[in-house]
């Protein structure tokens, strides 16, 4: 629960509410603790850093997507839109890509919010990792409390062999020459 929502919910005494403030700002700026302890003790939500990959598959998913894109000539759509590319796992991992190079991302809508299930791509810089000119993240740590990335171990597109394979086999797709 964020104290944001403690201070609007419960009705609790100015010096207990500094404390669970200074505990809560402790355990943001603090890896060791976070770790250590493993869970929030006021509401035992998990706090402790969590890893998120990467795998193969979901890369060449993207691949996939990235042609579908230039093809149609658009850089947004709905994850319903690419279902055919994707299999249970990475339709159901597509949004972890957000966090992964600033390849994919989350447009806005007139109403100047993202909407679930809705995705763009920054097609020159799928074309610089596909490409082999830009390393992306292939393993973070997330800070659970901040939503920060706190680390990151990147790589290129050479250590994802099997898509090295197709690209060297087909030629690698260049959106840029059907404008």
Known sequence: ?????????????????????ALSEELERN?????????????????????????????????????????NRIHEFETKDIKGFLDKSNYARFGDLVRFGGIVYKPTGDDGETHKASFGINM????????????????????????EIIDAHYVKIGDFPKLINLITAEGLYDYEKLF
């Open 31 to 71: 890896p060791w603790l976070r770790n250590h302890l493993k869970r929030c003790p006021l509401c035992h939500s998990n706090i402790a850093d969590r890893k998120v990959a990467l795998y193969k598959e979901l890369v060449d998913a993207l691949y996939k997507v990235y042609i579908w894109c230039g093809k």
């Open 124 to 147: 020159s810089r799928a074309k610089e990792f596909f490409s082999g000119q830009r390393e992306i993240p292939v393993q973070i740590t997330l800070n659970q409390i901040t939503n």
């Open 1 to 21: 629960m964020k104290i944001e929502q403690i201070k609007r919910e419960v009705t609790i005494s100015p010096e207990t509410l500094t404390r669970i403030t």
